[in-house]
């Protein structure tokens, strides 16, 4: 944060509001943070909340048992199928499952105090002890940062250019096709993607089909429609982009950095969400003991990066497995899935696996969300993510509040001054 100084107020939007938190990026890392905060928060996405799935949204049951949002699991199996020059065929202890995401996103909202403000960050501003967060619908100032913003990394890349490594960057595509899967298929074989993985995951009466390449080179709609050919299902719309496969530093200045902005989704199987999900309670209960005055920011952010640390070796050993795993010829890896496949080693395996990262029960809703009608000094915001998701879910558009001060996405933003590319780089290198 040193380097962000006052000199930029002269061109940064008059600072809007104050709040103990904000939050850049309202998907899987930075509503977890929220969900653990009782606190003034803001939390900010360039999108409608909920509306734009990047990803195939499959996870482990156990973490929709821990955090009781049942109503968001469109399928389960316990069993997924590893194509690799044969097809070992395992039952998981731990069933997979699919989840919506618009649902996943309001229900993690609706656990914590956090306002979502749909607006796209820009830049920092202000001072190490009042750091200001740079939007196109104003500026506003908080006491504490989290970078959840995906692999931009958006706030952190502000203070530290550098920090997003593109050679680390695995990249997914995927489709949405009617197609009835009724467990979860991988591909880890050259003949269907080179470097890579390939995979259909059931959700109810569709499939959410997809490839992706550890090397990050893009994925092109017709190489997944080519795989989907095999199936005789059409896809519809497409979706995914870069995730990144190595562990980033978790903290940048005073900002906190959680899921694919620290690089935290794992190395080998892309799974990105359990991750985000963890390290973001780990990150909004160490900032609530802040609020609290149980600990310093100093201790804080020491003690996240020592959470975070103790996962080192478990990244290092994923992204060589990564890297082994697509250049292994055919006999080897197949052994080394039977070998898998044997019952106690592959309990025991998954078991380590799902372990590591285990997450708390949510809370029950907030107190205030549930309050009908806008509270006092904030409106009810209708932005189009409310209206889009109530039409498909039936969704109270009463958790969406804006801050005060802050513009319905439908009004007018004539005379709304914004800060330009050259005043939002000022607003991060100046001093
Ligand atoms: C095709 C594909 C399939 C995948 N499948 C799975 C899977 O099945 N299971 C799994 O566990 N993982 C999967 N992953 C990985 C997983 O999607 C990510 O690791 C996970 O989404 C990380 O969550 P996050 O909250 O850190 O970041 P993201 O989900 O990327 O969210 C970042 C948020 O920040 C917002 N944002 C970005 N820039 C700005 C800005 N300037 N201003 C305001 N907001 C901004 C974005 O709109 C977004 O909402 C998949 C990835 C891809 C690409």
Redesign the pocket.
């Known amino acids: 944060m040193e380097s962000t100084q006052r000199t930029e107020r002269k061109v940064a939007p008059a600072v809007r509001e104050e709040f103990d938190v904000i939050i850049?990026?309202?998907?899987?890392?930075?509503?977890?943070v929220a969900s653990r905060l009782q606190a003034k928060v803001l939390i900010?996405?360039?999108?409608p909340l909920g509306t734009?799935q990047?990803?195939?949204?499959?996870?482990f049951t156990s973490v929709i048992e821990s955090l009781g949002l049942h109503d968001a699991v469109l399928a389960t199996s316990d069993r997924a199928v590893i194509h690799a020059s044969g097809v070992p065929s395992y039952h998981l202890e731990d069933p997979l499952c699919?989840v919506d995401y618009g649902r996943f996103c309001y229900d993690l909202l609706e656990r914590g105090s956090a306002t979502f403000l749909q607006?796209?960050?820009?830049g920092l501003a202000g001072s190490a002890s009042a750091p200001e967060v740079i939007?196109d619908r104003g500026t506003f100032r908080a006491r504490y940062l989290v970078d959840?913003?995906?692999?931009?990394a958006?706030l952190a890349s502000a203070l530290e250019p550098t920090l997003v490594d593109r050679s680390a960057l695995?990249?997914?595509?995927?489709t949405d096709a009617r197609y009835p899967a009724d467990q979860f298929y991988f591909w880890l074989d050259r003949n269907t993607m080179e470097d890579g993985v390939a995979?259909v995951?059931p959700a109810g009466k569709r499939s959410?089909v997809?490839l992706?390449s550890y090397r990050g080179e893009t994925v092109k709609a017709q190489m997944v429609r080519e795989f989907l050919r095999t199936t005789g299902a059409d896809p519809s719309a497409f979706?995914?982009?870069?995730?990144?496969n190595k562990l980033r530093r978790p903290t940048v200045g005073d900002i906190f950095l959680?899921?694919?902005?620290a690089g935290?989704?794992l190395p080998l199987t892309?799974?990105?969400?359990?991750?985000?999900l963890y390290f973001?309670q780990k990150c909004g209960d160490l900032l609530q003991s802040v609020i609290d005055g149980e600990r310093s920011l100093r201790h804080a952010l020491r003690d996240y990066r020592r959470d975070v640390e103790r996962f080192r070796w478990p990244y290092k050993f994923l992204a060589l497995a990564q890297r082994i795993a697509p250049r292994l010829p055919r006999l080897p890896l197949k052994g080394l899935l039977r070998f898998l496949e044997v019952p106690a080693v592959g309990r025991w395996c998954l078991r380590r696996y799902i372990s590591m990262m285990p997450l708390q029960p949510l809370r029950p809703a907030a107190a205030p969300l549930a309050a009908p009608g806008p509270v006092t000094g904030e409106r009810t915001v209708r932005t189009s993510a409310t209206h889009a998701y109530k039409r498909r879910r039936d969704m109270p558009d009463k958790y969406i509040r804006a801050p005060a001060g802050t513009r319905d996405a439908t009004e007018s933003t004539r005379g709304n001054r914004l800060a330009g590319p050259k005043e939002r780089r000022q607003g991060i290198t100046q001093g």
């Open positions: 850049a990026g309202a998907s899987f890392g930075g509503l977890s900010i996405d360039k999108d734009h990047r990803s195939a949204c499959g996870t699919t607006a796209s960050v820009q939007t959840a913003s995906g692999w931009r958006v695995s990249f997914g595509l995927e995979w995951f959410r997809g992706a979706h995914g982009g870069f995730f990144p959680v899921g694919d902005s935290q989704c892309g799974e990105g969400i359990r991750p985000a973001g």
